[in-house]
């Protein structure tokens, strides 16, 4: 069975002694309130890596995620980040080829296929985000512009990498907007997505992919969005900065 998993992406948010405020009233609402089948996954930027590696403990299902890493190894890239350095504080997910990503930093495909390969290679999990802008749902074909960046980024990967991975589905209309996809919308597209990999991958392989949805999910609509055959969870960006909201959505399965 694939794993149910409610991830936090705290983007840009969060000093230092606020994100450990935050980890800690995760994990004590979790301890009291959660079963053992929702992995959660807190997506924290790099200065807070080491320290939530050492305030999670295993056995808990919650999980340290970070935003991005580099394409490259090592070497010369001021600023950046590499999937070593992250494997050395404990990290274990890495959002790759989020929107803002691909909009602020010009992220390629291309590229995000060499940072697949690198997180997968270092052991660690890579939440592959996926979606579409207002302009291709509204005038294009949203299917064929995921499925697009999914052939392009993820289909050289075997069967056994691919199931390692996570997939996000975020349509950029829908995040930070407070305008939901309806579960309708988000499970047509999640559905779709399984079926591209099923078409490369088989159906047991792709039976065993969570897809995750984001944008503006929230306490009151994820429940709606989680009873969704082909929705898996959520990547969640605002409301995750607040622990009642996050662990409220992380128990609508
Ligand atoms: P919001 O939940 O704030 O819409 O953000 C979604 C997102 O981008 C998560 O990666």
Excluded at 88 to 106: K, L, P
Excluded at 211 to 239: H, Q, R, T, W
Aim: proline share 3%.
């Amino acid at each position: 069975m694939r794993k149910q998993i409610v991830a936090g992406n705290w983007k840009m948010n969060n000093n230092y002694d606020e994100g450990l405020k935050l980890v800690s009233e995760v994990v004590n609402m979790a301890k009291d309130e959660l079963g053992p089948d929702v992995y959660l996954v807190l997506a924290a930027p790099f200065i807070h890596q080491k320290a939530i590696s050492q305030l999670l403990s295993t056995g808990e299902n919650i999980y340290l995620g970070a935003q991005n890493c580099h394409e490259k190894e090592n070497g010369a890239y001021t600023g950046e980040v590499s999937v070593a350095m992250l494997s050395s504080v404990g990290t274990e997910y890495v959002i790759i080829g989020h929107s803002e990503r691909r909009e602020y930093f010009q992220e390629t495909n291309e590229q995000l296929a060499k940072k697949v390969d690198l997180v997968l290679s270092g052991k660690l999990t890579p939440i592959f985000c996926c979606g579409e802008p207002l302009e291709v749902r509204e005038h294009g074909d949203p299917y064929k512009h995921v499925e697009n960046q999914i052939e392009e980024s993820l289909f050289h990967l075997s069967a056994e990498d691919i199931k390692k991975t996570v997939i996000a589905y975020e349509p950029i209309w829908a995040i930070g907007t407070g305008k939901t996809a309806t579960s309708d919308q988000a499970q047509y597209m999640h559905a779709a997505i399984r079926n591209c990999l099923s078409k490369k991958y088989g159906q047991e392989v792709a039976g065993e992919i969570s897809i995750l949805y984001g944008g503006s999910c929230k306490p009151s609509n994820a429940k709606e969005l989680f009873s969704c055959e082909d929705v898996d969870g959520g990547l969640i960006g605002g409301a995750s900065l607040n622990a009642r909201d996050f662990i409220d959505i992380a128990k609508s399965f």
